[in-house]
């Protein structure tokens, strides 16, 4: 079983998901989150999602937002992500269990000297080898093109209403099944009932308004996605 992350990579979990807009419980509808870091470098800390929801209304639908910020060594990508979600013990229809994440229906979000600076940084530190090992050659490439000022960042939310399930909590588990010339850096996802929160319909709207707060942003996720594999690689040995 995967160490427990402490310090730096609990940080990074946590504050990433700040940096994506999604608060503590931010109002009587969000019932819970969590967030997946770099769910395909093979030194990633967790494969899947598996996120607890209680005191639940158990005779009204449950809301979920699926939010994925990706990179693409391609400037115009042209692959998908796809992820698979379902609550524990419950079946689902297809069309409600499985996600296409198109990159061409995804929000393109603009790079910035201060994302590429931060990235540099991060990357500079480490071998080509090193880098594969730790975060799959795939994503390596995809970060290398951002450096070298090139590639794409992704970004979009997709938002699942399910129907009342009769019981007081439930387990979601979600997971990505394939990728398509885009890698996922992070999965945000946010259980409630009622009112969805701005937030939780477009949790990327927001970037495409100042260039230079993207780039802070963006380098500040990125950055900690590397904290989490690297924690999580060196508890490994």
Do not use: C
């Not at 260039?211 to 963006?218: A, D, M």
């Amino acid at each position: 079983m995967p160490p427990r992350l402490t310090g730096i990579a609990f940080n990074a979990l946590i504050s990433t998901a700040l940096l994506l807009g999604f608060s503590p419980l931010a109002g009587a509808a969000v019932l819970a989150r969590d967030e997946l870091l770099t769910p395909f470098a093979p030194q990633a800390p967790r494969k899947a999602l598996s996120l607890q929801a209680t005191s639940i209304d158990p005779s009204k639908p449950i809301w979920v937002s699926y939010s994925v910020l990706a990179i693409s060594a391609s400037e115009r990508p042209s692959g998908d992500l796809v992820l698979e979600a379902s609550f524990d013990g419950i079946a689902l229809p297809l069309t409600d269990s499985r996600m296409s994440f198109a990159a061409d229906r995804m929000t393109s979000m603009p790079r910035t000297g201060t994302l590429v600076g931060g990235l540099d940084a991060e990357v500079g530190k480490r071998s080509k080898e090193e880098l594969d090992e730790a975060l799959g050659p795939e994503l390596n490439a995809a970060l290398q093109a951002l450096v070298a000022k090139k590639g794409t960042i992704l970004g979009k939310t997709i938002v699942k209403t399910y129907a009342a399930t009769g019981r007081n909590e439930v387990r979601l588990l979600a997971s990505f099944v394939k990728s398509s010339a885009v890698q996922p850096m992070s999965l945000a996802v946010v259980v409630g009932q009622g009112e969805i929160p701005a937030e939780s319909k477009d949790a990327f709207s927001k970037y495409t308004t100042d260039p230079s707060w993207n780039g802070k942003v963006l380098a500040a996720v990125i950055s900690f996605a590397f904290a989490a594999v690297w924690v999580f690689k060196k508890f490994r040995r």
